[in-house]
């Protein structure tokens, strides 16, 4: 995560079991925006903080597009097979990280984690960073195809297109309004509209707040 985002956001220690809570950001990946999230990793432990770490982790991992598991490649691998069993494979990605000191075992984990993406990395030194990029946008954006989509007109899902349409044609509709001189609640109307569609792409709720900075100028009914 902190590679990714290139900001120092979760804690790094030697210790097994140091992220607990889901630490959340967002960034851009070729272009494409992405929610990441951090969790704690699927491990037994006994320790009740954990453990509750663990769950959250694994609720996260139904509701992710996809899922990065970082392999230690200086560790033992075959516990990494075991808990791969319970990952979707289509979905999940294993940067196999460490390659700084860990480079030999490279085949052996591309033996063993067979069936998967693997892409070697070192969070250290950054290599292969710029590879897992390309296979998260080139996954997250179905297909390499995709790739060759100039950035700015890349649209995630149909679903997405979609709530854009409808964004654009209340920017329209409220533009047309402005020029026929109709009242500025109408105008607004259609603002709201295009914010809405907006907010279903974010997933959030802000439009209340955005529409209360800008028309505080004058009353409108909400
Ligand atoms: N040599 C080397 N060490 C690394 C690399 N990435 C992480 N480490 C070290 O590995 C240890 C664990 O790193 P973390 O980022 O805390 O690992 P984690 O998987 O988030 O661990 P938990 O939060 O405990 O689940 C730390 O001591 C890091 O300094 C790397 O690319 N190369
Ligand atoms: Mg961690």
Do not use: W
């Amino acid at each position: 995560m902190n590679v990714l985002l290139q900001e120092e956001r979760a804690i790094v220690t030697p210790m097994p079991g140091t992220t607990r809570d889901v630490i959340e950001e967002t960034l851009e990946i070729r272009g494409m925006p992405v929610r990441l999230m951090d969790t704690a990793g699927l491990r037994e432990t006994t320790d009740e903080v954990e453990t509750i770490g663990v769950r959250l982790a694994r609720g996260k991992i139904e509701e992710a597009g996809l899922i990065i598991y970082v392999a230690d490649l200086t560790a033992d691998l075959r516990a990494d097979v075991d808990i791969l069993s319970e990952l979707p494979f289509d979905r999940t990605i294993i940067a196999a990280n460490k390659i700084d000191i860990g480079s030999a075992r490279i085949q052996e984990a591309k033996a063993k984690f067979e069936g998967f993406d693997v892409v070697p990395i070192s969070a250290f030194t950054e290599q292969g960073i710029e590879p897992l990029k390309d296979l998260l946008f080139e996954k997250a954006a179905g297909g390499k195809a995709a790739m060759e989509t100039p950035v700015g007109e890349l649209v995630a899902s149909v679903r997405h297109r979609d709530c854009l349409v409808k964004c654009l044609e209340g920017l329209e509709q409220a533009e047309a309004a402005l020029i026929e001189g109709l009242p500025r609640e109408l105008v607004a109307a259609d603002i709201r509209a295009s914010i809405d569609a907006l907010g279903e792409i974010t997933g959030e709720t802000t439009s209340e707040d955005i529409l209360d900075v800008i028309f505080s100028s004058f009353c409108i009914g909400k």
